[in-house]
Nanobody, 116 residues
Framework: QVQVEESGGGLVQPGGSLRLSCAAS????????MGWYCQTPGQQRELVAS???????TYADSVKGRFTISRDNAKNTVYLQMNSLKPEDTAVYYC??????????WGKGTLVTVSS
């Protein structure tokens, strides 16, 4: 199995920046797509950004121009660079990995709090 683990969350002031990391480990780490999702209390999990093995990227309209998703194949890690953070960005951010074997893996989430 594959394990994915998020890190990099924390408390940041509005307008600040944060970089989230999602590291994949275990067997079968080749992915078709990896994505970042966010979830606030009482809300459904929503896609923030995704990247395919061919480096095709997708962003939610609310984060376009502010967030950037990237990957480091050597480290089996996907990043989400979050700039110009707003209070409404506050959420738990989850990493999802979809493999070519049609398997899906979720991380446990990392909390991002944007507040002054």
């Amino acid at each position: 199995q594959v394990q994915v683990e998020e890190s990099g969350g924390g408390l940041v002031q509005p307008g600040g920046s944060l970089r989230l990391s999602c590291a994949a480990s275990g067997s079968g780490r080749s992915f078709a797509r990896m994505g970042w999702y966010c979830q606030t209390p009482g809300q459904q999990r929503e896609l923030v950004a995704s990247i395919t093995s061919a480096d095709t990227t997708t962003y939610a309209d609310s984060v376009k121009g502010r967030f950037t998703i990237s990957r480091d194949n050597a480290k089996n890690t996907v990043y989400l660079q979050m700039n110009s953070l707003k209070p409404e960005d506050t959420a738990v951010y989850y990493c999802r990995m979809d493999t070519f074997g049609i398997n899906t893996y979720w991380g446990k989430g990392t909390l991002v709090t944007v507040s002054s």
